[in-house]
C-alpha cells in the first residue's frame, strides 16, 4: 500500500541555519505529494504542495520538489526562524485511500 | 476554503467513560475523515464518514469503540467509548481530500483519560 517515510526528528537548529527535511514516499500511480505543519496547540494546516512530477512548491520560504525518479518530497528552507518551530508531516494522496501522513519530524529552532 | 469546528477542543476524562467530539462545517461535503494523533505519533486515520451510509472503519478501529454518526452533510460526531489511558491522544476530524487541493483539519480533541 501506499506509505510515506520522513527522517527521525528531533531536528534541533540555530535560528537562519539551513534545514532539510527528508521525505520519501512508495504510492501506485501518480500521487499529490504534501507538507503539512503543527505548530504548538494548533491543529494541521498546509505549508505547500506538488501534484506532478518536477513541481516546486513554495510557501513562508519552504521549498519542496516533487521527484519523481527519486520518490522523493524533501523540505527545504535557507534560513529557518524561531517561528518555525513546529512539527512537519509529509504526506501523499493517490486517490485510492484518504491522505497517508508520515511519522511528522519536530523541529526546534533556538535563538 | 472549508472552515471546521471541532469541539471539545481538550478533555481529561475518567476511565471507562465515553466522550463524543463534534465536528462542524461551514460547507456540504460527502466524506469526512476521522484522525487519531497518539504523543509523538503521526496520524493515523480512524475510518470515513459517508453521509447516508455506515462509516468504513481502518484496522485496528471497531465501531462499538468508536461510533460515528453522520446525520448531514455538515456535522458528524465519532465517540470514544468505554475509554482506557490507552485512548489519551488528539482526535481530529479532516475533510477535502482531493489530488490538487489541501486537505482540512479541524484544530483537534486533545484528550486526556485518567
Known amino acids: 500500500g501506499d506509505s510515506v517515510t520522513q527522517m527521525e526528528g528531533p531536528v534541533t537548529l540555530s535560528e537562519e541555519a539551513f534545514l532539510t527535511i527528508n521525505c520519501t514516499y512508495t504510492?501506485?500511480?501518480?500521487?499529490?505529494l504534501f507538507w503539512y505543519v503543527q505548530y504548538p496547540g494548533e491543529g494541521l494546516q498546509l505549508l505547500l504542495k506538488?501534484?506532478?512530477?518536477?513541481d516546486k512548491g513554495s510557501n513562508k520560504g519552504f521549498e519542496a520538489t516533487y521527484r519523481k525518479e527519486t520518490t522523493s518530497f524533501h523540505l527545504e528552507k535557507g534560513s529557518v526562524q524561531v517561528s518555525d518551530s513546529a512539527v512537519y508531516f509529509c504526506?501523499?494522496?493517490?486517490?485510492?485511500?484518504?491522505?497517508?501522513f508520515g511519522k511528522g519530524t519536530r523541529l526546534s529552532v533556538i535563538a | 476554503s472549508a472552515v471546521i469546528s471541532q469541539k471539545p477542543s481538550r478533555d481529561i476524562c475518567q476511565r471507562g467513560t465515553s466522550l463524543t467530539i463534534q465536528c462542524q462545517v461551514d460547507?456540504?461535503?460527502?466524506?469526512m475523515f476521522w484522525y487519531r494523533q497518539q504523543p509523538g505519533q503521526s496520524l493515523t486515520l480512524i475510518a470515513t464518514?459517508?453521509?447516508?451510509?455506515?462509516?468504513?472503519?481502518e484496522s485496528g478501529f471497531v465501531i462499538d469503540k468508536f461510533p460515528i454518526s453522520r446525520p448531514n452533510l455538515t456535522f458528524s460526531t465519532l465517540t470514544v467509548s468505554n475509554m482506557s489511558p490507552e485512548d489519551s491522544s488528539i482526535y481530529l476530524c479532516?475533510?477535502?481530500?482531493?489530488?490538487?487541493?489541501?486537505?482540512?483539519f479541524g484544530q483537534g480533541t486533545r484528550l486526556t483519560v485518567v
Open positions: 506538488a501534484t506532478k512530477a518536477d
Open positions: 504510492a501506485t500511480g501518480y500521487p499529490s
Open positions: 464518514a459517508n453521509q447516508g451510509s455506515e462509516a468504513t472503519y
Open positions: 460547507s456540504q461535503v460527502t466524506m
Open positions: 504526506a501523499l494522496y493517490s486517490g485510492n485511500t484518504p491522505l497517508v
Open positions: 479532516s475533510l477535502g481530500q482531493r489530488f490538487n487541493t489541501e486537505a482540512f
